[in-house]
């Protein structure tokens, strides 16, 4: 088991959160602010340990089995297993992205909302999406 900070199509109501298998949410947290918060093509966000923002997620006790054979195989190739932390101080798994993808053309900044939720209710509230 290794408890895993979700913040986007993981989360409840995502299109990756079946991927769980069922694993309960253990609490709603924000991490530590020491990140810059993407959302990358509109299609899903990233972290990046470069900013000083706090981002809003969900977090996890997940089987290891499951995060290798059913969430990690669904998260897109921007992404990688990384160690973050949390507002509290704990140390969480999470898919951050990759250094190799801060030039994607396709980042925007999301940093100053830092709620993957409430970025897409603002674009959908505007006719954006």
Wanted: aromatic share 6%.
């Amino acid at each position: 088991m290794a408890l895993i900070f979700l913040n986007g199509g993981g989360m409840r109501g995502g299109p990756l959160h079946e991927q769980l298998q069922g694993t309960p949410l253990l609490c709603v947290a924000r991490s530590a602010p020491k990140y810059r918060y993407f959302s990358v093509g509109d299609r899903f966000p990233a972290m990046h340990r470069s900013g000083s923002g706090s981002v809003v997620g969900e977090v996890y006790d997940l089987p290891l089995v499951i995060l290798r054979d059913h969430l990690l195989p669904a998260e897109p190739p921007e992404l990688e297993i990384g160690v973050i932390e949390l507002e509290d101080g704990a140390a969480c798994l999470a898919t951050v992205l990759r250094n190799d993808c801060l030039d994607n053309p396709d980042l925007v900044d999301i940093t100053h909302i830092g709620d993957w939720h409430a970025y897409l209710r603002g674009r959908t509230e505007s006719g954006r999406i």
